[in-house]
């Protein structure tokens, strides 16, 4: 296996969505829309603003992303959340202050059984994430 990366459906809040995860976490930022697409003339106008295919690249760790193009609708999910073991104090309390903002706090930041830092939250998007530093 070359590598394992996270991939988010959004409805019509990819640009939005990924625009936010690059100013919290930096990175670069790369994105086609459907109407960039070679079938992109083809599409409601609609569809061809919506983001066929993204990504955020942060050193080796990559988070993908589009918006849907299917009827249903995108629902959120506790069976899954993107984890991001971070090097320092510091660094996850900044994640946190920027990723949780105008989320849903789960677990509040803070020094744990394990002797690590932890906190849980869902974003703005309804996005699930966990952050951890071990000491």
Known sequence: MKQLNAYLLFDGRCREAMSFYQECLGGELKWMTAGEAPMGAQMPPDAQRRIMHSTLTIGPFVLSASDTFRSETITASNSMALMIDC?????????????????????????????????????????EWMLNCDK
């Open 87 to 127: 090097s320092s104090e510091d660094e996850i309390r900044a994640y946190f202050s920027k990723l949780s903002a105008g989320g849903t706090i789960i677990a509040p930041l803070k020094k744990e059984f394990w002797g690590g830092i932890f906190a849980q939250f869902t974003d703005k998007f309804g996005k």
